[in-house]
Each structure stands twice: as structure tokens, then as C-alpha cells.
DNA sequence: TCTTGTGAAATGCTTCACAGCA
DNA sequence: TGCTGTGAAGCATTTCACAAGA
């Protein structure tokens, strides 16, 4: 995992990375109300420490006032550049069950720079349904559809024993970036990111900090 | 977030935390077709370093034998017995719409140690009915239902508005350990772990890895 | 000989502390 | 005076390198 993009840009850490749409969305609870914003406040609202957030605007050639703060709307849109979403990013939902299909609902109603344009199955039953009023394509038309609908991140929602199969179909049609439901690891070429929600593992590691077991 | 326990247990490190489910997972395949595994085979499976997971073997007391190996059984039963997953956790879904559904299933059908054994809603269309035979009770009986089932853990699918408010009702009926999908910071008191999944926060941080968007 | 177990070095990220500028 | 911007210090985690034991 590496935080490095295409050439002449600067390198960000991950952990930045992670902490950018965060800001976006408190600055856009704030956009409207006011103009300026400090990094205090930003820690405030956050839960971040100031140093962090000067830190990681610095990453991209901050532009505070000093005795003032960031102006509110020039931050949002740098970091919308920064993450790519200063223009729509064209998403698939691979998988329509249950997770696919609550998913792609969610991701559909939530996000407006990422827009989920395709959902795909290989349940007949399912296939030429919709969602929102997104297709559930058959899973053997991604590639076409993929590259069609210019198709650049893709959500994995398939049973593990299908998941390679589908990346692997995805990557060779353009897709780079993943977000894999499924529990297991995946393959892929250098290039391309694969980000992990895997619900088994999280619960498992959430039983650690379930204290006091001792109770009845 | 501090990876300290119950006293008198060794402290593990949040990050050793997260890989020893990983372990798990290996191990039941490993588990019935051999008896011994070295950190090698280990690393091999899980893409984590050799050294790393003698490292986090060592955090509770390791027990391989050199030139050997570690034995599967005994791993097992030792990971389990640390993540407390060597009795049945009962957890709770709080929220039944589409996303909250998708998990109960889930879990309730990968999981067997952690036992989802209620679910919450306070739309009453849903209440009453059942998921995989696991009742969907209205939000207002959670506190009675949540301590006579002794539940100790809640994924919580509800939306924003309503999460801070089914956290509070939650803690204060003894759940300690919370997988949160609500897209907002919950407050809680510090014995209290709230692990967050935000999907607007992951697809947003992943469009920064989707690369060569100059490409069509 | 093979693999564990572990101090020591390296890395990467966060916090500290303060100089610099509006 | 207030807040940014940033080197330096501090931490946490990973990797290195190798001694020790079956």
C-alpha cells in the first residue's frame, strides 16, 4: 500500500489519505455558516489534534492564513482534487445479495461523486432487475459493460469461492480500485488498490474489547 | 483505542489484535490436515512477515518448538481463548432496514461464535418479523432485551440521527464493544470500543488510489 | 539443519514546541 | 495576538539479523 500517484504530485501518507473525507464532510456541515475555519476547530470536530490537520494540509501545499485559518471552500475543493472527486467516479457493485444490493442502495442514495452505474450478478433471477434505478447486469457482460460505462472502482460483494474470478475479469477491464467484502485475500496486479471490509474478521476483533467477561 | 485487558493479561498491541483473526482463519484450514505450522507457511497465507508473527505469537506467550514449528491445535485454542471467542459471544443488529439486514444474515449465518440473537427497529412493520429465525424487537425494548439475553456486543445500522441515541440506551445496558455503520463520530465512555465502518469514508479515500485517470 | 525467539535498527506516524507571519 | 507551518522529539510498529534450541 502505497500512498504515491501519478507523477509531479506529492506523495501522501495513507494515513492522510483516510483522514481526507473526513474533512470534507465536516467542512461541508460548515460550508455556507462561515468562510474561515482553524485547524482547532477542525480538531474539535474531528477528534484529530491540530498539529495533525496543519500536517496533513501541508501534504498538499497548505494555504492558511496565519492569525485567520483555512478558508472553507478553497480546502474543499483541494482536497475533492486531491481524492479524485472533483469529477463523478463511475462505480460497479459486483454482486446483488443481500450486502450487494444494501450496498449499492446506500452508496446510490449517499454518494454524488461516486456513482454507482452498474450492478452485476450471476443470478438469473436478478439480473435485468434494478436497484435505485441501476441495472443488475449478468457478471459475464462486465467486461463489456466495465468498459462501456467507464467503469473505475468496483464494490465486491460476491461469495469468496467467486471473488478472484471477478476482480480478475474487472482489473483486465480498467478497474483499479476495490472494495472487497468478500473474506478472503485477493490477488492483484502493482497497480491496483484493494481495500478490505471483511465483517467476520471485524467482529472477531471487536470480541477482544468486549470487557469484563467475567459478567454474567 | 488501548490493547490493554483485564489485569494480570499481557498487553497486545490493536495492531496484533486485528491479525489474530487472520490466524483463525488460516488455521481452520490448516486444522485436521496437519499438525504443526511453521511462521513461514504462516506468512505464506496470510501476507504478513515471518518475523511479525512470531512477534504476535510472542505477545501471548508463544509456545513453538524450534525447528519444528507451531502446533495448530494449541494456536487455535490459544487465539480463541485471547479474542474471548472460547464461549459464544451474544451480539445484537441495531437497525433493520436493507444494510442491517444484510449483516444480521451474515454474521448469523458465517459466525458461530458470535451469535447475533436480536435485532432492533422501531419501524413497526419490521418488528415482530424475523431474520433467519432471529427476532426483530422495537428500539425501545433494547435496554430489557439486551440484558435478559446478556448481549455484550451490537453492529449498529441505523441512521445517523438515530446513533448516538441507540449507543447511549446500549451502554448503559452493559454492551461494551460496538461495530458502528452510521456515518457520524459516536461519544462513549472510555471502557466502551466502537470499531467505525464508514462506506462514504472508504469509497471516498479509495478514489484517491482509482489511478490514470486521464485515461478515457 | 531448521525454525523459533528476540534485542537492535529502521521506518512511519504523531505530538511537541516554537519561529514566522497576518 | 492568534494561528499557521515545520523541524525535532517521541512512539509504535515492522523489519533485520542472529543467537539459541529441538
Same mark, same amino acid.
Given at each position: ?40 476547530? +477542525? ?18 501545499? *497548505? ?92 464494490? /465486491? ?13 474487472? /482489473? ?26 471483511? +465483517?467476520? +474478521?471485524?467482529?472477531?476483533?471487536? *470480541?477482544?474489547?468486549?470487557? *469484563?467477561?467475567?459478567?454474567?
Amino acid at each position: 500500500m502505497v500512498g504515491l500517484r501519478h507523477a509531479g504530485n506529492p506523495r501522501i501518507p495513507d494515513t492522510t489519505v483516510r483522514r481526507l473525507p473526513v474533512y470534507l464532510r465536516v467542512l461541508s456541515e460548515l460550508s455556507g455558516r462561515q468562510q474561515e475555519v482553524t485547524s482547532a476547530e +477542525l480538531a474539535e470536530r474531528t477528534g484529530y489534534s491540530s498539529e495533525q490537520i496543519r500536517k496533513d494540509f501541508a501534504y498538499f501545499g *497548505a494555504l492558511g492564513t496565519r492569525g485567520v485559518g483555512y478558508r472553507v471552500d478553497l480546502l474543499q475543493r483541494q482536497i475533492r482534487s486531491i481524492l479524485g472527486l472533483d469529477r463523478p467516479i463511475p462505480a460497479a457493485v459486483i454482486g446483488a445479495g443481500n450486502l450487494g444490493t444494501a450496498l449499492a442502495r446506500y452508496s446510490i442514495l449517499q454518494d454524488r461523486d461516486i456513482q454507482v452505474v452498474a450492478l452485476f450478478d450471476v443470478d438469473p433471477r436478478r439480473v435485468g432487475t434494478d436497484i435505485e434505478g441501476v441495472k443488475v447486469y449478468p457478471t459475464e457482460e462486465l467486461p463489456a459493460v466495465v468498459r462501456q460505462l467507464g467503469i473505475r472502482m468496483a464494490i /465486491v460483494a460476491v461469495p469468496p469461492e467467486a471473488a478472484q474470478a471477478v476482480v480478475d475479469a474487472a /482489473v483486465r477491464a480498467g478497474v483499479t480500485a476495490f472494495l472487497n467484502f468478500s473474506p478472503v485475500k485477493l490477488q492483484a496486479p502493482r497497480h491496483v488498490h484493494i481495500q478490505n471490509i471483511d +465483517l467476520s +474478521l471485524e467482529l472477531q476483533s471487536l *470480541a477482544y474489547y468486549v470487557s *469484563a467477561r467475567s459478567l454474567p
